[in-house]
């Protein structure tokens, strides 16, 4: 059942999209205060909608869920006066490329009402049985609200036989399998969970007397909260104003696979994840993938923003001039409504200028973060060599993206994926640059700290997108036909 | 959990309110555009919020809810593309005095998915022993999106244990009690229930090769379908477009109850309940009054709108001229958005004023359809006296409302009702008028065609806001401690 | 230079329309909110935008122009607060049919500042040569904001030699014709005046130890202010908080010339004019309609809600009952933004519907106020004779409108009035009815309390619409090839 | 007058803030679309609100102005489609610190109606004696209707005797003193004027067979045309359909003083200026700076984002390595409406947050491109030394801005600029950091490519905000008191 869709992207950006972002607090005044900031700083996992959940003592449980950005909607004092209490969770999202539209009741986080008490849950990452769960669970009687798969925790959730909520989440969470970082709350407790794998991230901060649950540790940044630790794989952290953090292990122990895009594209530079900053991190791909592809060039340019990084550190390695090529117009937002047929096809223009000064007569390397489609590595293509360059070369920052994520990132159908169906030298010829060539695989192990590379038999990381290999078996899409990759 | 709320009264409207209207249409093009025709004409039963859902063979079912009239919200091309098919229900709704807020979540048609299918239903009326079924079902795992009552029909449909969406339709209205008119769909089918004592209305229409539900007549003659018979008390239509109307009797049989405040104030004046006009049977009503509690008078002047065919009846039966004596501003809407101090505390005066030249020095007799809380009546006769009337005389086309009405209709909590805690003659000396009467019950019985009056033994009429004889046990408000009249 | 067009209404209103209501306050606290509650009560004068001009010592001059009701524009306390000072006015106004759209920047009062200070003037009536004086104007290097011919004046007042703005006034007025009832204000005076012939109505009222300028006395009501007199033809009031009301006359004395059809229509029943409700003069309408054009028949229906008072007078004379035989949906709002086609193609339903039960079988005589294209007629007649009345008699409370209004009123192009093209029998059989009578002039001039009549030699009222009779020459419109009525 | 007031930022910027762009296009299809693009490009320049206007041989005139930004208001099918015809200018404003509010009615362009037509115009710069000219014209009878100093022009034009629209406008712009690019336009004209000293910057593109004026060359590109020339200080330039570009020089020959800011900060990077990019020179800032200022440290970290071209040259010449220490936010919009206490006091941190994992235990080069209030570089600063760096060196790409502008920038008064009552090492000491460096006045003209630096007799450029040194004199500052540098 589809409401109101919100305007589509006026051009392909063509990226690998984190679909959430999730939050909470607990044992601060007005709570859904920080939760906004905390979202605000979290917006690049999720733009197209956020929701907050809180609890007072006296006025119960308040929500507000909304299409567009945090700041738009959650700054408001006549909003944010609606959603008193010292205890709150919140959500971003994206939504997946499959739904044909988007309702605010898909909306996070979700709320039930239990015997004994309301929950709400917040989820990033996406449950790889939930079409199996939902079935099952409405033929037993359950009404479900949104197209979420989100949704299928929260009605495993009503039907536990456990006594309290923390208990029947485990239960709940026992019975889904994928990838999933959840923040959850009830009238006093804020809990959080990470999947046996790690998938996804989640971290612990401390804030004055509260805790804090936060996708990424630039949301603790914002609001002036200490960096505590990540939670684990498989843990499950129960926080209360009274006992503080309690840590519970609800999983079947399993070796951690965290998501090696999140280095690559997902986190912010200024997020700390393992012990480094994430800037550093892509800093650092770019000095491994000027050692594997070196080239003879007059300017090193990142495509912006996410290519930043990665070009400064090729810059340093190579010695070859680092330079701004391409500027972004930073009063470009996210989408159009009903934009004239003029302005749709403006595409990437709209959002990009090639500084054509700089680039005349050069001989350019444009290090971009990765080629999912290849349709705005074209256009910048074309917009660089409109502009009188000699030469460009294209240097990426992560290897060929050649299968699709199943675990909470909207790729597009494998068939569209460039890695999917061409070589590297097609893509090149499909391009039409003077060269292109990816970081392989072990670069980036490198560069991410692993200095022996990847281990074959054993990868310390989820690099699906690149290798094929999925951790957790992608159970709802295998049944609608999709094809592992054939053991070699 | 409460979201928005929408913006307060600015002044005591001191009315009862019904809460609901629901229509229904099947076997035309563009369905939903009829259903909003019909919930415009349906508007005075719930000015809040509407709702529709439809379905069509491709797109599926399609839903859209929104706070504020139907003409503001689904005349819209751009909103009304969004609905297509043959197959539509509708919903427009008034809250309750007594929730704290209101969201979107609560506005009806409810959705479920159950594993034959989707169905959505609308429902008015109220539920007396909801907020027992409530507790049952969330202790058996159901998680409510919502704090209406209707909802609790959904989750028992999704448990019944029968096959098709009607018999489980049928298993969920055995297991609720009180007052409801309920239009339901599913991917083929639109179907109607009253309830076993009728309290609430609905009528069947026919429109070319279509079929229509709606709570009155007039919303019939909006989109030019012709009448065709009332549902009956306890009788459930399932119509199909192959196989048109089929009707079945699922309750145990009982004498029918019809809420005679239907034909007092909720109805609208063109609507026909039983064969006869509601504006007839009002200005009868005005006649009987005429009959019960004649008086010396040079004017009979009408509180508009809802006491005008009583008060063109009492002077056509007293022989004293009809003036509109108050006028009314056509273009006072519902509500102010956070109004300033002053417009706050002008009351009654945005939406009245009294025709100064003509009640100077006379003595004028107002008709008003009921008196509630007092508040409305006091400010009226305030500015009456303020313009020079002599003598100021009302008239109640309905006797005093001393009960509540639990089966669906908004009314202040009995210690609020001015007639449940004054006599007659106290009521008139708290509004300070020369004289007050009411229509008694049996003279309003003769007006709605019982030539009889009231039978003492089994009453025609649910009239327990008069008489306090509840024709269904208010289960959940028993259970909160209301006292029931003693037994006589 | 057009800008945003408001929405088109959905179905032919098929009324003259009044252009504007004015209202200004002096010597109050927030003088601001008076207007907005006095602009409220003369909303029929002008639905299409509302603005209010201010001055307060500290804060000088303010301002807000609003497409839309005055309830949904000047009623917020945001806005309010925007607009603080004792002295302010207002307008309201409905934008003449051959404009091809509407800007904000038509929207009056116009504010202007002079070498003295500023000024601010809001005007009901038309300019009858504003575009000659435009054209001077532009001439002598004075740039226009807006398509209104009242901008005229301001610029007028900007080259007058005169040294205080309201000697600038008398100035600017002596150079206009036509017809004009101007509220304006400088940072201490309060400033009323009518064209000598006074055809738009002003009156002054008293509040407090302030004073109150409106164009009826419904709106002094509204804010509890006392009337005083009606401002005279041809007079100038100057009113300061020290010296209270001064009188002018700064024009040529000339026998007045009062619209009548403001008795008729656009005044509301509630006010006073002349010393006589209006209420009662329509009431004195309907009686001598029943003299002068008598028919047999079962009931007496007013076409909602002009025709009322004429058709309760037209009852009381003829002793055929009255009853509302078609119903108004409350509910109908002004204009639909973006309707569908099935929504447009509705027209009069969405606002009109038959009492059917009341009407079937019956001869009914229609009330109604005039007859200008006769579209609305046609469909009321079409949706009686559908319901099933046996006859229908068209009784019209003004005389056949043969001749557009130049003097503030929105009027078809001659060639649409179908009085101007028909005779009394080619309307009957064009609506298709079994009578149609207008009341004639002598009856009307009756009605509004001039026992013998009309004076053919000295009308004591503006009846051009009726008798093509103009008092003051429309100076642009001969200029533009329209055609006077012959002399006999 | 003021009306409503667009919401305040939430935290001070700091910046200078150039006050406009224009645009204008000729000889297109549906020219108000490529105006649209044209002012997204130049939204830099003016963040505020918006405007358009445009002619059509059949539709006439048509604008719209909004506030916001460009592509939230003039990307939409709706609003677009209003503006046809192939001629149209627009602009781009941020309103004045010293205005205490903003009304849509001060939002170029401004249009006037002469007797010979019609004419729009857009203005970029500042009159410096516009008060006195104002006072002038309201004592002949002109109406402003904006607190606008651009409006005088229009007004001026109105009054001259000349007979076509250009001469009129040479004639008012001879009247006018300060700074201005001009974009007008007639019903067949768009026209081009700037200053004799070419102060603010406009240049000339060609598209297909029309033409384009914009105020920087980054407009050009986004709709695909070529550059072709800066007009020259002092010209004029008339473009027809029919005749192309013509050139007059209507004032009296003076040497030309280009705003030398336009260099260091307003102007986009990727815009050329004469004959360079703008990015290279702000590069080529960093280069000088760091020889002129050289530091021993870690890490080079320009203040985003109008710092980094200058911190990328800093790190070429220094070789100390460049990095990216603070992160920016990019889904910080402009601001906040009716924030909530909590979010108004994050200030600069909603913006951006330190990149903690490299700055820790650091010595660190702040580049940032100027200090002005030096609130921002203190709240940065301390950012820096919150997440452990253990120096911090501010290094300056501009001079101290010791004196306001005039000319079409907003500057705070005097007193609130740190450089014009501090030395150099207060503002150290201010700021409390190890070091802070500017970069000298002839180091600055070195970059911009005057070899030599700058000419004391007779400098190249306009550098009033550092120098003192006005070209031209501030009339209007000047007889409110503000007192000039002493001559030396």
Redesign the interface.
Same mark, same amino acid.
């Given at each position: 059942?589809?409401?109101?869709m919100p305007p589509a992207h006026p051009f392909d950006d063509d990226k690998l999209r984190e679909e959430c972002g999730v939050f909470g607090v607990i044992g601060v005044t007005?709570a859904a205060?920080f939760v906004?900031?905390g979202l605000?700083?979290l917006?690049?996992r999720g733009?197209e909608a956020g929701g907050i959940?809180c609890h007072h003592p006296e006025h119960?449980?308040?929500?507000?869920r909304r299409f567009g950005?945090?700041?738009?909607n959650f700054?408001?004092?006549?909003l944010?006066e609606?959603l008193p209490g010292p205890l709150a969770i919140g959500h971003v999202r994206y939504s997946t490329a499959g739904s044909k539209g988007a309702a605010?009741?898909d909306v996070q986080p979700f709320?039930?009402?239990?015997?004994m008490g309301?929950a709400a849950i917040a989820h990033n990452g996406n449950i790889t049985n939930a079409d199996a769960l939902r079935r099952e669970l409405? @033929?037993?009687?359950?009404?479900?609200?949104s197209s979420s798969d989100s949704e299928c925790i929260?009605?495993l959730m009503?039907?536990s036989l456990q006594r309290t909520i923390p208990e029947r989440m485990e239960d709940a969470l026992r019975r889904v399998e994928g990838a999933f970082s959840v923040v959850a709350m009830t009238r006093t407790k804020l809990i959080g969970v990470r999947d046996p794998l790690g998938v996804r991230p989640l971290v612990l901060g401390k804030i004055a007397d509260g805790y804090v649950l936060s996708s990424e540790t630039?949301a603790l940044?914002?609001i002036g909260a200490q960096f505590v630790r990540e939670v684990e794989p498989g843990e499950m952290v129960v926080i209360t104003e009274k006992k503080g953090v309690e840590s519970h292990y609800p999983f079947r122990p399993a070796k951690s696979r965290f998501c090696i895009f999140e280095h690559v594209y997902f986190s912010?530079?200024?997020s700390?994840i393992g012990g480094?900053?994430v800037? @550093?991190t892509r800093?650092q791909i770019g000095v491994e993938l000027a050692r594997e592809t070196p080239v003879e060039a007059d300017l090193v340019c990142p495509v912006p923003?996410s290519g930043?990084?990665a070009a400064?550190g090729f810059s340093?390695e190579s010695g070859i001039?680092?330079?701004?090529g391409i500027?972004r117009?930073?009063?470009?937002?996210r989408t159009?409504?009903?934009?004239?047929?003029?302005?749709r096809n403006?595409g990437v223009?709209?959002k990009l200028?090639?500084?054509?000064?700089?680039i005349e007569g050069k001989r350019v390397i444009l290090v971009d973060d990765s080629v999912v489609r290849g349709t705005t590595s074209r256009k910048i293509k074309d917009m660089i060599l409109d502009a009188g360059a000699k030469e460009v070369h294209f240097r990426i920052a992560s290897p060929p993206t050649a299968w699709p994520c199943f675990y909470g990132v909207d790729t597009p159908n494998r068939e569209k994926l460039l890695a999917a169906t061409m070589s590297e030298e097609e893509m090149r010829e499909h391009l039409n640059v003077d060269s292109l060539k990816f970081i392989s695989l072990d670069g980036l192990y490198r560069a991410v700290g692993e200095a022996q590379g990847r281990s074959p038999s054993c990868p310390q990381y989820c690099d699906a997108c690149f290798s094929g290999e999925y951790p957790v078996a992608p159970t709802d899409m295998i049944n609608k036909g999709f094809e592992l990759k054939a053991a070699e």
């Open positions: 059942m589809s409401l109101e007005d205060n906004a900031l605000h700083a917006q690049h733009q959940v119960g449980f308040n929500s507000a950005y945090v700041r738009d700054t408001k004092q006549s944010m609606t605010i009741r709320f039930g009402e239990f015997a309301g409405i @033929e037993r009687g359950s009404i479900f609200q929260i009605h009503a039907r630039c940044d914002i912010r530079p200024d700390i480094r900053s800037y @550093e800093h923003d930043t990084p400064i340093h001039p680092y330079a701004m500027i117009n930073q009063y470009m937002g159009f409504i009903e934009p004239t047929e003029q302005i403006m223009r709209l200028n090639v500084n054509r000064a700089l």
